[in-house]
């Protein structure tokens, strides 16, 4: 098996970076190039270490994970949870705009396709060096919350909110509300203190009698202690 990668990055980021960039760069043009693995505005790949461990026999799980955790760290990728199964762990990989700025222009060239997602930013060669070049000022990407996350903002803000139930929740519907891509976590936290603080069902009133009608009732044969027990 022949694996390539790119020697400046390796040199900028470390080698075993490089490979796993390489590696992300491929199959995400590849699945962008097919439409597939798509959600949230990015294209996708996802992988298990151990199935990184076979694919790259000769780096070990420490160089793997301290690789994985670098290349975040450095904002060149970002990981999710798009699993049909929710207590599937496989995470998922996408390159950040930075990311796909430090390959050589063209090599992540694939169909451009439209959908509703405002870009983060493109990609500029001048005089060979690479720039990341903000077109919208406004955009953000959208960062999931650790359960220590949630519960430190519901803390400060006294927020009736069970963190783990929280993050639990939107880790098993890939961070949506409704149908549409949650864009801001604190919002929805609020939202939902506000609907636990809600009374979870109507008080059942009790029943009025005038005079007149326990007289009625009375006359009527009805049951006067059961009427009695009616008015509480």
């Known amino acids: 098996m022949i694996h390539s990668f790119d020697s400046d990055i390796a040199k900028q980021y470390g080698l075993v970076e490089a490979i796993l960039l390489q590696n992300f760069a491929f199959w995400i043009a590849k699945n962008e190039a097919n439409e597939r693995n798509y959600f ?33 760290a450095e904002g060149l990728i970002i990981t999710g949870n798009y699993n049909a199964d929710r207590y599937n ?8 705009e930075k990311g796909k700025c430090i390959f050589p222009i063209g090599q992540m060239d694939v169909p451009e396709k439209a ?14 060096k690479q720039q ?32 783990k139930r929280f993050v639990d929740y939107y880790n098993s ?6 149908r549409n891509p949650m864009k801001d976590w604190k919002a929805t936290c609020r939202n939902w ?10 008080l059942k009133s009790k029943p009025t009698y005038d005079i007149n009608d326990i ?13 009695l027990e009616e008015l509480g």
Do not use: M
């Open 40 to 72: 949230d505005g990015r294209y996708w790949t996802y992988n298990s270490v151990k199935a990184f461990q076979e694919l790259f026999p000769y780096i070990t799980t420490k160089q793997l994970r301290r690789a994985l955790d670098h290349i975040i």
């Open 215 to 227: 007289q009625a009732r009375s006359e009527s044969g009805a049951d006067i202690e059961k009427l």
């Open 115 to 128: 959908n509703g997602f405002a870009p983060e930013g493109k990609c500029t060669n001048t005089d060979n």
């Open 173 to 178: 519907n890939g961070w949506r509300v409704g």
């Open 132 to 163: 990341i070049i903000n077109t919208d000022n406004n955009s953000k990407v959208f960062t999931r919350p650790s359960v220590e996350d949630v519960a430190e903002y519901c803390r400060e803000h006294s927020l009736n909110v069970d963190a």
């Open 89 to 96: 762990r496989t995470l998922w990989y996408a390159l950040t």
């Open 193 to 202: 203190s506000r609907t636990d603080d809600k009374p979870k069902g109507k």
